[in-house]
T-cell receptor, first 111, second 115 residues
Framework: KNEVEQSPQNLTAQEGEFITINCSYS?????LHWLQQHPGGGIVSLFM???GKKKHGRLIATINIQEKHSSLHITASHPRDSAVYIC?????????????FGQGTRLTINP | DVKVTQSSRYLVKRTGEKVFLECVQD?????MFWYRQDPGLGLRLIYF???????EKGDIPEGYSVSREKKERFSLILESASTNQTSMYLC??????????????FGPGTRLTVL
C-alpha cells in the first residue's frame, strides 16, 4: 500500500462544476503539498499545508491531521484547470526535504 | 521569480551511452533534487543534495550518479543508459534550513528515450 493515496485517479467534469480531489496518507507528517502539472511536464506548487485550510482564487485546500486526510477543491471549474494534481507529504521524521508523492489525479474539464 | 532550468526538454540516447542531465537554479537554494516520473508510479526520488558536494540517495538510485560542484548546478549522470531508464526526469530545488517541507520549485522536465 502506498503511503499517499489519491482519489479519484481520473476525473472528468463539465465547466462550472465543483471539483474535489482527495488525498489520504498513512504516516505522521510535517507538511502536505498540492502540486499541479500541466501537459508538457512543468510542475507548480499550489499549496503547502500543515493545518486547517488555505484558499487561493478558486482553489481551496483543507487538511485534517487527525484523520490523515486532505482535499483540494476547485470552484467554478474551467477547461484551463485541466491538469494532473499531485499530493505530496513530508514525513515527520525526515531530516531532509524528502517528499513522498501520490500517483496524481488527472482532471479534465470539458467546455 | 524562481527559475529552475534543465539542459534539454527531449533527449534520445542509445543503450550503453553515458548521459548527462543538467539542472540550474537561480535562487541560491541549498536543496536540489532529481526525480523520475513514470505512468502509474508517480514521482520517485533518485538523488538529492543539501549542499555543495553533498549528496544522498533517494528511493531509486541504482544506475544513476550525481554531481554538485557548484551551489546552483546539480547534474544527474546515467553511466550506461538502459532502456528501462526511458522516463521523464524532473529537477527541483528548495530552501534548506529548519523550515518544514519548504516549497519545491520544479524545472520543465527532460523526456529521455533510450533506444
Amino acid at each position: 500500500k502506498n503511503e499517499v493515496e489519491q482519489s479519484p485517479q481520473n476525473l472528468t467534469a463539465q465547466e462550472g462544476e465543483f471539483i474535489t480531489i482527495n488525498c489520504s496518507y498513512s504516516v505522521g507528517i510535517s507538511a502536505l503539498h498540492w502540486l499541479q502539472q500541466h501537459p508538457g511536464g512543468g510542475i507548480v506548487s499550489l499549496f503547502m499545508l500543515s493545518s486547517g485550510k488555505k484558499k487561493h482564487g478558486r482553489l481551496i485546500a483543507t487538511i485534517n491531521i487527525q484523520e490523515k486526510h486532505s482535499s483540494l477543491h476547485i470552484t467554478a471549474s474551467h477547461p484551463r484547470d485541466s491538469a494532473v494534481y499531485i499530493c505530496a507529504v513530508l514525513p515527520r521524521d525526515q531530516g531532509a526535504q524528502k517528499l513522498v508523492f501520490g500517483q496524481g489525479t488527472r482532471l479534465t474539464i470539458n467546455p | 521569480d524562481v527559475k529552475v532550468t534543465q539542459s534539454s526538454r527531449y533527449l534520445v540516447k542509445r543503450t550503453g551511452e553515458k548521459v548527462f542531465l543538467e539542472c540550474v537554479q537561480d535562487m541560491d537554494h541549498e536543496n536540489m533534487f532529481w526525480y523520475r516520473q513514470d505512468p502509474g508510479l508517480g514521482l520517485r526520488l533518485i538523488y538529492f543534495s543539501y549542499d555543495v558536494k553533498m549528496k544522498e540517495k533517494g528511493d531509486i538510485p541504482e544506475g544513476y550518479s550525481v554531481s554538485r560542484e557548484k551551489k546552483e548546478r546539480f547534474s544527474l549522470i546515467l553511466e550506461s543508459a538502459s532502456t528501462n531508464q526511458t522516463s521523464m526526469y524532473l529537477c527541483a530545488s528548495s530552501y534548506g534550513g529548519a523550515g518544514a517541507g519548504n516549497e519545491q520549485f520544479f524545472g520543465p522536465g527532460t523526456r529521455l528515450t533510450v533506444l
